[in-house]
T-cell receptor, first 112, second 111 residues
């Protein structure tokens, strides 16, 4: 069966520090991968998605970036975090069209 | 672009009653619809989905109804249990694999 892992679960970072969140998927090949951010009490905002290695589409202009160095690895990064980057970051994967996205358990990011 | 909204931010039901959570979408070209359940501190969990060529689909204790005429989607939970307490999101796709999420309905089950 397929599983998705995100780490760390919780992260506290100072303003201006770099960020690297990692997501890996097991049990499937060539998945579509997604990064979302969820503000408290709100829905999910799509940040990036990827249909293959090295292929990244950005949905929202911001100081975050994403990379997909391996088929089942998706990384969310920032060179300098802002206070507004605080939130709950979720990674998801899906297979083909008309199949649901499946989510990891997220990273709670707090910027001080 | 697509917009998705839920009708009520909070829904309180008695244990054992049926729950109905509603969702409206804007894009008539939307062709795939998903309901998710999210418990506190966790990622959304897939519940049930439906394609636009159907108007009803049933799972275990859950039913999704799709009314394409009025662009409305609902999730029905039968015999609601305390474990059903969570935030429920509808998500809609109108081409490709990108989903647009609603803002969520908090379901509270009262004993």
């Amino acid at each position: 069966s397929q599983t998705i892992h995100q780490w760390p679960a919780t992260l506290v970072q100072p303003v201006g520090s770099p960020l690297s969140l990692e997501c890996t998927v097991e049990g499937t090949s060539n998945p579509n991968l997604y990064w979302y951010r969820q503000a408290a009490g709100r829905g999910l905002q799509l940040l990036f998605y990827s249909v293959g290695i090295g292929q990244i589409s950005s949905e929202v202009p911001q100081n975050l970036s994403a990379s997909r160095p391996q088929d089942r690895q998706f990384i969310l990064s920032s060179k300098k975090l802002l206070l507004s980057d605080s939130g709950f970051y979720l990674c998801a994967w899906s297979s083909e069209r008309f199949q649901p996205q499946h989510f990891g358990d997220g990273t709670r990011l707090s910027i001080l | 672009g697509e917009s998705v909204g839920l009708h009520l931010p909070t829904l309180s039901v008695q244990e054992g009653d049926n729950s109905i959570i509603n969702c409206a979408y804007s894009n008539s070209a939307s062709d795939y619809f998903i309901w998710y359940k999210q418990e506190s501190g966790k990622g959304p969990q897939f519940i049930i989905d439906i394609r636009s060529n159907m108007d009803k689909r049933q799972g275990q204790r859950v039913t999704v109804l799709l009314n394409k005429t009025v662009k409305h989607l609902s999730l029905q939970i039968a015999a609601t249990q305390p474990g059903d307490s969570a935030v429920y999101f509808c998500a809609v796709t109108g081409g490709g694999n990108k989903l647009t999420f609603g803002t969520g309905t908090q379901l509270k089950v009262e004993l």
